[in-house]
């Protein structure tokens, strides 16, 4: 567990200094004896550096604190999230889909999107289904300051739980990205970061083949798949691949033997 509570912007920053300031050292010959100590810092410096942001926006590590990718069981259980929504027509067409084959799915939800689409929220839990907080402007939290990450993680609650009645206790950071300050809001909030182990690039648009392939070749016990029903907060991308992609995922993986879950119950299937 990573302790040290500042955020990685202002830690890549003292990094690009001490990196800096090592090479005029090394440039002005000095602290070169036993050996050249200015060099050898600045290419720590910059495999820290490198470190720190992969570990930072690589969803299946816990480097900066408790997230979940997946989780370790010898069921065969998966859990289909979907992030971004709500956005009509599609979150409609993938619910129609989730009920056609009776398998329920997590929603990570933008704030700013439930707020305009509340109905569309009410039947996601009336339909069985998990909500999750995915930001109210679906913001990279790792350029927001403390402020702005709690604003977005607490104004997303309090909307959906006028919504729904409920307050979600389940976060997917926007792109999964996170550092310890990310993690130490959720923590302080009692919400679980949950990431994903299984993505195609939906998002992408590849098209229906590439989305099916890329998942189902990925997809083992207690995976998270991810998938979007929303385009961010531009809701300008068509996610008809993604919709029919679902269904297709759906209907091979029930053929596999696999059962769908909600994140909620994949976490409570975990054999750690
Ligand atoms: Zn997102």
Known sequence: MFDFKLPLISILGLLTILVLVSLVLDYLRLLRRPARIGLWLAMLGIIAGFFLTATAVMPDNRF?????????????????????????????????????????????????????HPELVRRIVAEGHQIG????????LLKTNRRGIADEIDRTNRLLQTITGDMPHVVRPPHGFRDSVVID????????????????????????????RRTIGKVRNGSVILLHDGDGVAQSASRAQTVEAARQIIRELLAQGYRFVTVDEILANTED
């Open 133 to 140: 907080n995915h930001t109210y402007n679906h913001v990279d």
């Open 185 to 212: 809001a959720m923590t302080e909030r009692k919400l679980k970061v949950v990431e994903w182990s299984v993505s195609s690039r939906d998002w992408t648009n590849p098209g229906v083949d590439a989305i099916v």
């Open 64 to 116: 900066y604190g408790p997230a979940f990718s997946e989780v370790k069981t010898s069921q065969k259980v998966v859990a289909l999230t979907f992030d971004d929504g709500p956005y009509p027509p599609y979150t409609e067409q993938v619910l129609d889909v989730l009920r056609e084959y009776k398998v329920p799915a997590t929603f990570f939800v933008i704030g700013r999107n439930a707020e305009k």
